[in-house]
T-cell receptor, first 114, second 114 residues
Framework: DADVTQTPRNRITKTGKRIMLECSQT?????MYWYRQDPGLGLRLIYY???????NKGEISDGYSVSRQAQAKFSLSLESAIPNQTALYFC?????????????FGPGTRLTVL | AQSVSQHNHHVILSEAASLELGCNYS??????LFWYVQYPGQHLQLLLK??????LVKGIKGFEAEFIKSKFSFNLRKPSVQWSDTAEYFC????????????FGSGTRLQVQP
């Protein structure tokens, strides 16, 4: 079974719609992250959370919000989707001693905003 | 804030050729360094990491990387590539102080021709 799961895997939506992407992990990690991947730009950090009550903006948080419902769950919302939010979204987790800085990625959600 | 540069955006090699992908980072303090690989249609997987100690680190599938502190570099190498190494490769860095979020380079697409 996958340690980091994301739902949905693919989503097509229209401009102005509210979208939620969900991430769950069974690794027992405290830290969770949301990235978006765009061709030629690599991965950029949207939000990250070091525990349920510790949520931080990344470099491109505008237009996004997050919710850390539990240690194992971290959701990303697009309140009003726009076409330039079309991208591949990855959730990642990290935690532990020597693995604190190592992140483990989910399979990604491909989001298309028309 | 830290940044990561990967100067090779697209590399094409024949099987058995040697590989070296460049990675330079910008940060004044101590860092942890990573290489991740993304095979076509898959999520990111950790290839190797440097935390401390021997600056030459070995990863999975015959890859290695050398941390040269004076050059702020962490280049990835493989003596003989295979067609199955076709993928996108990302260098990433996180500082040992502060919030310790990963910063990724823009990625290098490697295409290995049989």
């Amino acid at each position: 079974d996958a340690d980091v799961t994301q739902t949905p895997r693919n989503r097509i939506t229209k401009t102005g719609k509210r979208i939620m992407l969900e991430c769950s992990q069974t690794k027992g990690h405290d830290r969770m992250y949301w990235y978006r991947q765009d061709p030629g730009l690599g991965l950029r950090l949207i939000y990250y959370s070091f525990d349920v009550k510790d949520i931080n903006k990344g470099e491109i948080s505008d237009g996004y919000s997050v919710s850390r419902q539990a240690q194992a769950k971290f959701s990303l919302s697009l309140e009003s989707a726009i076409p330039n939010q079309t991208a591949l979204y990855f959730c990642a987790t990290g935690g532990g001693q020597r693995t604190t800085h190592t992140q483990y990625f989910g399979p990604g959600t491909r989001l298309t905003v028309l | 804030a830290q940044s990561v540069s990967q100067h090779n955006h697209h590399v094409i090699l024949s099987e058995a050729a040697s590989l070296e992908l460049g990675c330079n980072y910008s940060y004044g303090g101590t860092v942890n360094l990573f290489w991740y690989v993304q095979y076509p249609g898959q999520h990111l997987q950790l290839l190797l990491k440097y935390f401390s100690g021997d600056p030459l680190v070995k990863g999975i599938k015959g890859f290695e990387a050398e941390f040269i502190k004076s050059k702020f570099s962490f280049n990835l190498r493989k003596p003989s590539v295979q067609w199955s190494d076709t993928a996108e490769y990302f260098c990433a860095v996180t500082p040992l102080t502060g919030r310790r979020a990963l910063t990724f380079g823009s990625g290098t697409r490697l295409q290995v021709q049989p």
